[in-house]
């Protein structure tokens, strides 16, 4: 048979498209044409499937118009995903392999000279879209990139190493040859259960900083953004790094979410599995590596992180325009990043955690003497922080720097398990109520589950009135002091709670 058709999938933003690898082989002047909107590294597959076929013993149709059609024309394609299903169409087309067996198989590879495959980006993805496919279709990967679709549930994938062993399994039956030899290289992989609880860095190591570790149980609890402002070395990092063992322990969606994005960057590794992320890019990130882009387009850091925490350290640092990026993924957890070909859309529903230190020189009210900076500079440089950023953000705390006694002599802290029994108890409640965390309370929802007495109305509404919140100022206040309730088991919102939530708004740049 001259025609031969073959499954695979491209990446389009967080889906991965179904893709038909269709190959034609005609008389006629030998030519080797590929169509299909594929860009370079998918046209120079001709020459690695070329050499793949050729060193791995079987036969490439020398003398025949080869024609590879990437079907729908329409759709971009990228990568070296699809070098596996052209050589396997060529074999098909060429009966070297039986066509026929390839229906009901996805593939998709990238082909060494030699014939070794390699692994692929965006290989759960691919898993994660034939869960939605009306018939039960089966999956063929490179190592590394194999283990990482198994992990999505109710999927058959296999593992294959070499061509060889492609070919080995869908050869045309031969009723005189012997039984082929069982391939090691060709087996199916089962995905692996996440770990109990995955190993974060402990709370208990922080020694001091009582208002921290509560502003971090807070935010843990209702998924809330938090800024801390203190002197180099107050603990800032150290604390923000210690938010995604505090948090509970990711549902299997969340870990598949997680996952598919972190693998269309690069290959997933398996050590990472239902662990939440804490992403943290150095200051000198652009917008674009924070929110993504590039062509085609590509998730950047706020997606990487989405279920986990993004950590920008020295904020003020970073450029303004990336900064002021963050601000629309922060309200409705997606990004859509939109090109002059093309639009994807990511999740983005992450927790921010920003540091930075009071004043160009970090030691600003240290009440050391160390600091030099004019009030004019102090300014500047905490002007850097716009209001719409710092409005948008949950809390905003104080980490002020620890005496060598306050250090040393500081009792235990709790331990990030014992946080993060609080924690769970705390969302639970808030799942259970309104289905969602406390962060994410819109509209009649927000009215509704933070609905106050009429002395706690009369307290906010003087607080709000005297520091000049805005409305989104005053709706965060009161998720806050939902998620303080939660932590304490109380049912309705009560003075101490929002008395506790506002100490939180009153931070850098808040004027009060």
């Known amino acids: 048979m001259s025609l031969s058709l073959v499954q695979s999938r491209a990446l389009l933003g967080f889906e991965a498209v179904s893709v038909t690898v269709e190959v034609h082989l005609a008389n006629g002047l030998p030519s080797f044409t590929l169509v299909g909107l594929a860009e370079v590294e998918v046209k120079e597959a001709r020459e690695r499937v070329r050499s793949a076929l050729q060193n791995a013993g079987l036969e490439f149709p020398h003398n025949k118009r080869i024609t590879v059609n990437l079907a729908p024309a329409d759709l971009p ?92 399994a869908f050869a045309p039956p031969q009723p005189d040859a012997p039984p082929p030899a ?93 662990v939440r992320p804490t992403r943290q890019p150095h200051h000198t990130a652009s917008a674009v590596a924070l929110v993504g882009g590039g062509s085609p387009p590509r998730p950047g850091e706020i997606s990487l992180a989405h279920h986990g925490v993004l950590f920008l350290d020295e904020l003020p640092e970073f450029p303004r325009a990336a900064l002021e990026a963050l601000r629309e993924p922060l309200e409705t957890g997606r990004i859509s990043i939109s090109r002059a070909a093309r639009q994807a859309d990511y999740p983005a529903r992450f927790q921010l955690v920003g540091a930075f230190n009071p004043c160009p020189c970090g030691y600003h009210g240290a009440g050391s003497g160390r600091c030099r900076c004019s009030p004019d500079q102090i300014a500047r440089y905490q002007g850097r922080l716009s209001g719409p950023l710092l409005d ?56 509704q589950h933070t ?24 709706h ?22 929002l008395a506790e939530a506002v100490q939180y708004r009153r931070g850098p740049g808040q004027g009060g």
């Not at 596996?84 to 070297?96: E, H, K």
């Not at 070794?116 to 994660?128: D, I, K, N, T």
């Not at 509404?461 to 805005?470: D, K, N, T």
């Open 392 to 447: 948008r953000i949950d809390l905003h705390v104080e980490v002020a720097a620890l005496s060598p006694s306050e250090l040393l002599n500081a009792p235990p802290s709790p331990s990030s398990a014992e946080l993060r029994l609080r924690v769970q108890a705390a969302r639970d409640r808030a799942l259970q109520r309104q289905g969602l965390p406390n962060q994410q309370l819109q509209g009649q929802a927000l009215e």
């Open 77 to 168: 394609k990228d990568s070296g995903r699809f070098d596996l299903p052209m050589a396997l169409g060529l074999l098909a087309a060429s009966g070297q392999i039986d066509g026929a067996r390839l229906a009901g198989w996805e593939f998709a590879g990238e082909l060494s000279l030699s014939g070794e495959l390699r692994p692929v980006r965006g290989a759960l993805a691919m898993s994660l879209a034939l869960r939605h496919t009306a018939r039960p279709t089966r999956l063929v990967l490179p190592p590394g990139s194999a283990e990482e679709a198994a992990l999505a549930p109710g999927t058959q994938v296999w593992r294959a190493r070499h061509l060889l062993d492609v070919v080995q």
């Open 476 to 497: 965060r206040v009161l998720r806050v002091a939902r998620s303080v309730a939660d932590l304490e088991g109380a049912t309705d919102i009560a003075i101490p709670h």
């Open 451 to 474: 609905q106050l007495s009429a002395e706690a109305q009369r307290f906010i509404e003087a607080v709000a009135q005297r520091l000049g919140w805005s409305a989104r100022s005053l």
């Open 182 to 274: 069982e391939a090691t290289d060709w087996a199916r992989v089962e995905g692996q259960p996440p770990a109990a609880q995955p190993d974060y860095p402990d709370m208990s190591e922080v020694k001091g900083q009582a208002g921290a570790r509560r502003a971090l149980e807070i935010a843990a609890a209702g998924a809330h953004s938090l800024l801390m402002c203190g002197p180099p070395g107050a603990g800032k990092s150290m604390l923000a790094q210690r938010l995604a063992g505090l948090l509970p322990s990711m549902t299997l969606d969340e870990a598949l979410e997680s996952a598919a994005l972190r693998s269309l960057e690069r290959h997933f590794p398996l050590d990472q599995w239902a």
